[in-house]
């Protein structure tokens, strides 16, 4: 995956931040504030429909379900929805690999191939190159949005976002005065986690972040096994839990089309591996695959669960294989699109996050339904700890959001220019204000859209499933 052309090895510091700054001029920090939707907005639930009309029509009234469960919901499944409203806006061009669904629940903790638990992004579902703002602003309205789920103040909403963008404002400076190798070698580790609640949360909050990072540790595929997974006369089998999780042995009919089945979900896969991680993976067997519903933006994709075994029943591997389609931000973004959508997740997310999962792959299988179709693979589970922002209180959403912008000016620094975009932000609080307002202002194009997708569903346009 290229590197963003705005950045260019060989400009000097000096004429890096001048670039920066002379985006100002492009797109002035003032002109970030507040939003308002442009003529010809698409209807936000024909957006929605577009998505669905290339998803399993089993499941698109489970994911209309979900989003309908509350703003913050429909918020986290609504990324092409928000791509649409971003794209008219002034852009900076000041271009990195974008995460492209940077909402708050979209970072968490999760384990380091060395063992160590880490604070990252973990979704890439719709990362591309585009403007670094887009993942600001889409991370900065999530706290607005959350919230006013809690029921908090608008400065409380307001002073989480503040927190959010001035911690990326002030992360980006320090990257664009480091080494090139120190930005990539730079990381949210447990220790920093530890020194962040040492000098500024409470004891509550203290308390709490030392829950969360054991419960982290406790999420393993072990965990996951246990959980997922049942004895049959035939050995360990992925245990069924319709329409959550269907084993591939009851959406086929017949033993060959299912052992066929099977084996196309790892095509290729391994051979997008390192060739150590090919070796480990040849110590496994293929024992079952059954598909998954995940997340809510993501439900209606074919997504499927794969266990191999090792040594014998106690040495399980889980694997999930996602269907990659095509980035919500591609139809707003220049550049040749990738061969494999799979390939394009993969390879964003190596390049933005620190550490990355040592299985993670792509490949490219044929659907039940005989279409070809791009899939990543990754571990199902690996230390990952969640966060549960309808149980923070105003103060701890704040110091979230202060690492969740530090955290994603990291990612952006990797992959952009941070000299040129520190230069950008500049010393002063104008960006962050800016930002206040236009989250302020999305959070109600928000709630107005969950309102669409309810009168839609209403009217009989669109049908809606309860969460099972």
């Known amino acids: 995956m290229a590197v963003p052309d705005t950045f260019d090895a060989f400009r000097s510091p000096a004429e890096r931040a001048s670039y920066g700054r002379r985006a100002r001029g492009r797109a002035p920090r003032s002109a970030h504030a507040g939003f308002s939707s442009a003529p010809g907005r698409p209807d936000p639930v024909g957006v929605l429909e577009r998505q669905s009309a ?133 990381q949210d580790d447990a220790d920093r986690l530890r020194e962040l609640a040492a000098s500024s949360l409470t004891a509550e909050a203290r308390r709490r972040t030392a829950e969360a990072t054991r419960k982290a540790r406790t999420r393993t595929h072990l965990q996951a096994y246990a959980k997922l ?45 390192e060739s150590d991680r090919r070796h480990l993976l040849s110590r496994y067997r293929l024992v079952d695959v059954a598909r998954k519903v995940v997340g809510v933006g993501s439900v209606g994709t074919r997504c499927w669960i794969v266990l191999l075994l090792g040594r014998d029943d106690d040495d399980p591997l889980l694997l999930q294989a996602k269907e990659a389609q095509e980035s919500v931000l591609a139809p707003y973004t220049d550049g040749a699109e990738p061969d494999n959508q799979g390939r394009r997740v993969v390879e964003g997310q190596r390049l933005i996050q620190t550490t990355s999962d040592i299985l993670l792959g792509w490949t490219h299988a044929t659907g039940l339904d005989g279409r070809p179709r791009d899939f990543y693979v990754r571990q199902l589970r690996d230390w990952k700890g969640i966060a549960r922002p309808d149980t923070m209180d105003p103060g701890l959403l704040l110091q979230f959001a202060r690492l969740c912008g530090a955290s994603l000016a990291r990612a952006h620094a990797r992959s952009g220019d941070p ?21 302020q202002d999305y959070a109600d194009r928000n709630e107005r859209d969950f309102t669409a997708l309810g009168e839609a569903v209403q009217s009989g346009r669109v049908r809606a499933e309860g969460n099972p």
């Open 419 to 439: 000299v040129a975009i520190a230069a950008y932000l500049g010393r002063g609080d104008r960006f962050d204000r800016a930002l206040v307002a236009f989250a």
């Open 229 to 273: 997974t049942r004895a049959t006369p035939q050995g360990r089998r992925i245990a069924a839990d319709p329409p959550l999780i269907t084993p591939l042995r009851d959406l086929l009919d017949g033993a060959s089309a299912e052992e066929k089945g099977l084996r196309a979900v790892l095509d290729g896969y391994t051979r997008s591996l």
């Open 54 to 186: 290339t998803r399993l029509p089993e499941l698109i009234p489970v994911r209309y379900g979900r989003m309908l469960e509350s703003p913050f919901r429909f918020y986290r499944g609504a990324a092409a929805i928000m791509a649409a409203d971003l794209a008219p806006l002034p852009d900076t061009g000041l271009t990195v690999q974008l995460c492209g669904d940077a909402h708050l629940l979209n970072f968490r903790l999760l384990a380091s191939p060395e063992r160590h638990l880490v604070f990252d992004i973990n979704d890439f579902d719709e990362t591309h190159t585009g403007p670094f703002e887009w993942d600001v602003k889409r991370l900065a309205a999530s706290f607005a949005v959350a919230g006013r789920e809690n029921g908090f103040s608008v400065a409380e909403q307001s002073d989480a976002v503040r927190a959010c963008v001035a911690a990326y404002r002030l992360r980006m400076r320090e990257f664009a005065g480091m080494r090139a190798l120190d930005v990539w070698y730079a």
